[in-house]
């Protein structure tokens, strides 16, 4: 009866400490998968910042009053350090210009109920004096509700100020080019037309569908032609 009750307790002693073992080996495996998850997900952290550092617009969330709730990338910072105001605990409506405020609550009442909104350009307070044109496009936040119960967007703004002015300076010269009283014609490098003006049309008596793509040469040699014949 000794013998085998000291059988008995040898064989639940090697068993229990099967288990222990055991339990150790899957502990350190489980401290290994989460060491190597926590590292994956630092690493994904780190390169999401990497990318939205690198996004040349602003990254902002916003509640539906226009609060801003959080700020991602150099660019939003360097954007809401033109509002002071927002410091205070003021919202994007209250420290923006009145017109610029009003679109923002439309943009934010469109993203709520489409769940997109693009496109509204927006005066900025910037370092001249005369403010920044910032494009923004806001969408609504997949995720929860804010703790107050109001929904939440994620808006990107993005500085235009450079590209209006450079489409404002467009527009000029190609109304000068439109209105002036000589004639004048564009050729790309194979020397075909690709576009001409009104005095052109007036002079040559050809609109300019007729010689868009035609030789510049055979333009000059229809002219001659054309003045040789009215001498006639």
Known sequence: MRLV???LFAAL????????LRLRHQERGLAAEVSRQTAEIRST????????????DALIELDS????LALHGRQAMALMAHLPALGSGATLMEALPSESAALLRVALDQAAALGQSTGVVLDWPGTSASPLRMEM????????????????????????????AAQADMRLAS?????SSEAIVIADGQRRVVRTN??????????????MGRP?????????DQRRASRR
């Open 5 to 7: 009750m000291g059988l």
């Open 13 to 20: 002693m090697a068993y229990l400490v099967h288990t222990l």
């Open 45 to 56: 952290q780190s390169q999401l910042r990497a990318v939205i550092d690198a996004i040349p």
């Open 65 to 68: 009053k226009g609060r801003a």
């Open 137 to 164: 496009s806001i969408s609504l936040h997949q995720s929860a509700a804010h703790s107050d119960g109001t929904l939440r967007f994620i808006a990107l703004a993005r500085d235009v100020s450079d590209r209006e």
């Open 175 to 179: 109304q000068v080019f439109d209105q």
């Open 198 to 211: 009104l005095a052109f049309s007036h002079m040559s008596g050809s609109a300019p569908h007729e010689v």
């Open 216 to 224: 510049v040469d055979a333009l000059a040699h229809a002219g001659h």
